[in-house]
């Protein structure tokens, strides 16, 4: 690859360079499988500086396969450098201690993902760290939570489930403006259809079990950002432990070299879905960010190049009558989770938001018959044919 020319992420994801041997120089990265490496002069000096990262040491400060996805990772975030972590909420947990101290105060999102929410509203607030929610969609509603002590903004790009949009550049110039530091969850997003480093975020978090791997059969997490802030996240990795095995590195590697090719498919299937729901006489409401019934398609429009693969639904007859719905589908899968090559679907009353009652939920714009519909990629006429089938009941 040519140096300092800037690739488009399709390229990116396939030629990012791999984990260099340079006497066997392998086209792909091997898998390190080593808990040690053997001690040198490079290494003793890198310890006694505390750059544990530097020189390979222990498979918890870094590993040649874990280096090499992540700056794959990174190269798809145009980030100066990445890490990968065991899960996304090890990456998140990580990266909020980073830069939260007690007496700290953090800004977050109201419909961060349930885990997210969870680590902030019991683990933050007894550690002594103040923290206040604000609407992802009204960015007033963060200038009034922000304060002196605000150190940490977080957000997601695009919400579950109801796939709001964060304005990125907008959210980003208030909380620089109070001095604090912009994380960005862009799970959802995937660097293939939003860069939020681009739009002025400090640091971008993924669940790479999703997207990234794409696959449904890992459980990992990505961070990416400049140095000095990737610096001070590094050192949580490694003292709360949360570092991706060398194999599993290896295969969330083999996972992200499709996918830029895999949100093609995700994107243009879920855009298919979204307008062929609109138009059933049994939905009642189709959120996806690109429709033009969006009041906000055009924020979408400018941070989500691609669109997205996600697309949620509210069917007629509530709860009930989704879950039969669910009960009836042949092809997409009933299950959690999301960014899969499998499409799959699930209710956020009965998993992500079961803690909230219906009440709570509809004060968030979950109204009953929500049903959330994570779009993989096969054919897009026998995904609508399965949800057409399992409509008419
Ligand atoms: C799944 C998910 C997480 C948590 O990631 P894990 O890999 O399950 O730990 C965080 N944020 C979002 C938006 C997610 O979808």
């Known amino acids: 690859m040519k140096t300092g020319h800037r690739y488009k992420p399709a390229t990116l994801a396939v030629h990012t360079a791999s984990a260099a041997d340079e006497k066997i120089r392998p086209l792909c990265t091997p898998i390190y499988q080593t808990a040690t490496f053997h001690l040198s002069e490079k290494v003793y000096t890198a310890m006694k500086g505390d750059r544990g990262r530097d020189g390979y040491i222990y498979t918890r400060y870094a590993n040649p396969t874990q280096n090499a996805v992540a700056a794959r990772i990174a190269a798809l975030e145009g980030a100066?450098?990445?890490?990968?972590?065991?899960?996304?909420?090890?990456?998140?947990?990580?990266?909020?201690?980073?830069?939260?101290?007690?007496?700290?105060?953090?800004?977050?999102?109201?419909?961060?993902?349930?885990?997210?929410?969870?680590?902030?509203?019991?683990?933050?607030?007894?550690?002594?760290?103040k923290t206040s929610a604000f609407e992802t969609e009204e960015a007033d509603s963060l200038r009034k939570v922000l304060r002196a002590e605000t150190r940490v903004v977080?957000?997601?790009?695009?919400?579950?489930?109801?796939?709001?949009?964060?304005?990125?550049a907008e959210l980003t110039q208030i909380a620089h403006e109070a001095k604090a530091l912009v994380l960005v969850d862009s799970t959802f997003a995937t660097p293939v259809n939003c860069r939020p480093l681009n739009w002025g975020a400090d640091l971008v978090i993924h669940s790479g079990s999703k997207y990234l791997n794409g696959h449904s059969d890992l459980i990992c997490g990505a961070v990416a950002g400049s140095r000095p802030l990737t610096d001070r996240v590094w050192k949580n990795l490694q003292a709360y432990g949360g570092c991706l095995d060398p194999t599993a590195a290896y295969h969330l590697e083999r996972g992200l070299k499709t996918v830029a090719l895999r949100m093609e498919r995700h994107n243009a299937n879920a855009y298919v879905l979204a307008a062929f729901l609109e138009k059933h006489p049994l939905i009642e409401q189709v959120y996806y960010p690109l429709l033009a019934s969006n009041p906000r398609k055009d924020i979408a429009a400018k941070y989500l190049?691609?669109?997205?693969?996600?697309?949620?639904?509210?069917?007629?007859?509530?709860?009930?009558?989704?879950?039969?719905?669910?009960?009836?589908?042949?092809?997409?899968?009933?299950?959690?989770?999301?960014?899969?090559?499998?499409?799959?679907?699930?209710?956020?009353?009965?998993?992500?938001?079961?803690?909230?009652?219906?009440?709570?939920?509809?004060?968030?714009?979950?109204?009953?018959?929500?049903?959330?519909?994570?779009?993989?990629?096969?054919?897009?006429?026998?995904?609508?044919?399965?949800?057409?089938?399992a409509l008419q009941l």
Not at 163 to 168: C, F, G, R, S, T
Not at 322 to 330: C, E, F, P
């Open 154 to 168: 977080f957000f997601e790009t695009i919400t579950n489930p109801l796939l709001k949009v964060a304005d990125i």
């Open 80 to 129: 100066e450098d990445g890490l990968v972590f065991s899960s996304g909420m090890a990456a998140i947990s990580s990266s909020l201690l980073a830069f939260l101290q007690p007496g700290d105060h953090l800004a977050y999102a109201r419909d961060l993902y349930g885990g997210t929410l969870s680590f902030v509203q019991k683990h933050l607030q007894t550690l002594g760290i």
């Open 305 to 389: 190049e691609g669109g997205s693969g996600m697309v949620s639904i509210r069917i007629q007859g509530g709860d009930a009558r989704a879950l039969q719905m669910l009960d009836q589908l042949q092809l997409i899968n009933v299950a959690s989770s999301l960014g899969g090559v499998e499409s799959l679907a699930s209710m956020p009353m009965n998993t992500s938001h079961v803690q909230f009652s219906q009440q709570e939920r509809a004060r968030m714009g979950i109204l009953p018959g929500t049903v959330r519909l994570s779009v993989g990629i096969e054919d897009a006429d026998d995904l609508q044919q399965d949800l057409e089938d």
